[in-house]
C-alpha cells in the first residue's frame, strides 16, 4: 500500500494559513502544550460554514486522489470521518 502523504498537519495547516495566517508550527510556539493537548484550540480559531465547507471539499478532493478512491461514497464510509473528526475547523454559528 502506497503510503499517504498528507499529514493531519498539512489538512490543519490549509485552514489555519487561508483563514488566520497562522500555522501549525506558529501555534506550538504561540500556545503551551496543556493548551493544545485538547480539541479546545481549535475555537481560538473559528471558521464560518462556507469556509469549513470550502476545506471540506479541498480535503475531501485532495485525499481521495492520494487514496486512489474514485468513489465518494465509499471514501465517506471508510475514511472521511476520522479525517473530519479529527482535523475540522471549529464552526461558528452565524
Not at 36 to 47: G, H, I, Q, R
Not at 56 to 64: G, I, R, T, Y
Request: net charge negative; proline share 2%; hydrophobic share 35%.
Amino acid at each position: 500500500m502506497k503510503k499517504i502523504e498528507t499529514t493531519r498537519e498539512d489538512l490543519l495547516d490549509w485552514w489555519l494559513s487561508k483563514y488566520h495566517n497562522t500555522n501549525v508550527n506558529e501555534l506550538i510556539k504561540k500556545h503551551t502544550e496543556q493548551e493544545l493537548s485538547t480539541t479546545d484550540w481549535f475555537k481560538l480559531y473559528p471558521v464560518t460554514k462556507e469556509q469549513e465547507q470550502e476545506w471540506v471539499d479541498w480535503a475531501k478532493k485532495k485525499l481521495m486522489k492520494e487514496y486512489k478512491v474514485s468513489s465518494k461514497e465509499i471514501f465517506d464510509k471508510a475514511y472521511w470521518c476520522w479525517i473530519y473528526l479529527d482535523c475540522s475547523p471549529y464552526v461558528i454559528n452565524n
